[in-house]
């Protein structure tokens, strides 16, 4: 009986796969705690209420955060790039649905499903928060 259990036992270890969302690789960005609270009545984030626009806020998550009107609801992401370690280049510049990092690479991601355009070679898609819409609030949080 005890070497069924050990058979057994190893069987269920073989064959259990790796986390493909833990890619060693998709390291570069911190998992910091993100709790924020846009209001699009507020200038500076008042094109959110238009479809296909993005704002950029700042001092949350790694580089700040981007948010996205997609139409069917709102998206936000970590403006750090998350195939470059943190530097003063890695931080995302938004063109349209579109983001780009200021690097000599330019790795540009979409801001509606967040993997990389463009570029084969990027494995790790942008790192995306929750967002829960009250009224003319978004809260963005993790």
Not at 7 to 24: F, H, K, P, Q
Not at 94 to 101: D, H, R
Request: glycine share 10%.
């Amino acid at each position: 009986m005890k070497s069924f259990f050990y058979i057994l036992l190893l069987v269920i270890l073989s064959s259990c796969s790796g986390n493909s969302v833990d890619n060693r690789n998709c390291r570069f960005l911190l998992n910091v705690g993100v709790n924020v609270n846009v209001n699009m009545s507020l200038p500076q984030y008042s094109q959110l209420q238009f479809i296909s626009n993005s704002v950029y806020v700042p001092n949350a998550g790694n580089a700040g955060i981007i948010v996205t009107n997609t139409g069917s609801g709102y998206l936000a992401w970590d403006a750090g790039d998350p195939n470059h370690v943190s530097s003063s280049c890695s931080t995302l510049t938004v063109s349209g649905l579109n983001a780009t990092c200021g690097c000599a690479d330019e790795n540009t991601y979409s801001l509606v499903t967040g993997q990389a355009l463009g570029n084969g070679d990027l494995q790790c898609p942008l790192k995306n928060y929750r967002v829960e819409q009250s009224g003319n609030n978004l809260l963005i949080y993790n």
